[in-house]
C-alpha cells in the first residue's frame, strides 16, 4: 500500500527565514504542555538556528540583487543566500550541476554580492 501525498504548493526560503517560522513553531507547541517536538522538527529547529546568519529581510534582499544577475535564476539565488559562499571554488559547486559555467568575472560579481552582506 502507497501512501501519495499531493503538492499543494512550493515556495523557496532561505535558512533565516526558515528559522523565524519554525521559531513560530516551537512556541505554539510550547504553550501546550501534552505536545512535544517530534525528532524531526527538533532537528529542523537546530539546524536553522545554526545556520541563519542574516536576518530575514537581508537574506531577501541578497536573494533580490542575485536575481538581478542575468544568469543567477531564482532556485540558484536561494541556493547561494543559504550558503553565502566566500569565495569561487564554493560558488563553482553551487553550479555543479548546470549545463553551464560562468566565466571568473561572473563569478567574482555574484561573491561581490554576497560579500555586501556576509
Known amino acids: 500500500m502507497t501512501i501519495f501525498k499531493e503538492i499543494v504548493d512550493e515556495e523557496f526560503l532561505t535558512v533565516s527565514?526558515?528559522?523565524?517560522?519554525?521559531?513560530?513553531?516551537?512556541?505554539?507547541?510550547?504553550?501546550d504542555e501534552e505536545r512535544e517536538l517530534r525528532y524531526e522538527l527538533a532537528r529542523?529547529?537546530?539546524?536553522?538556528?545554526?545556520?541563519?546568519?542574516?536576518?530575514?529581510?537581508?537574506?531577501?534582499?541578497?536573494?533580490?540583487?542575485?536575481?538581478?544577475?542575468?544568469?543567477?535564476?531564482?532556485?540558484?539565488?536561494?541556493?547561494?543566500?543559504?550558503?553565502?559562499p566566500q569565495d569561487r571554488d564554493e560558488l563553482r559547486s553551487v553550479y555543479a550541476q548546470q549545463r553551464y559555467s560562468l566565466s571568473g568575472d561572473e563569478l567574482d560579481e555574484i561573491l561581490n554580492i554576497v560579500a555586501q552582506y556576509a
Not at 17 to 31: F, H, S
Not at 46 to 63: C, G, M, S, T, W
Open 44 to 84: 529542523a529547529i537546530e539546524h536553522a538556528n545554526r545556520f541563519a546568519v542574516l536576518e530575514p529581510k537581508e537574506a531577501q534582499a541578497l536573494v533580490d540583487d542575485l536575481q538581478d544577475i542575468e544568469k543567477v535564476d531564482e532556485p540558484t539565488a536561494y541556493k547561494i543566500a543559504n550558503l553565502l
Open 17 to 31: 527565514e526558515t528559522k523565524e517560522l519554525l521559531a513560530d513553531i516551537e512556541a505554539e507547541r510550547a504553550m
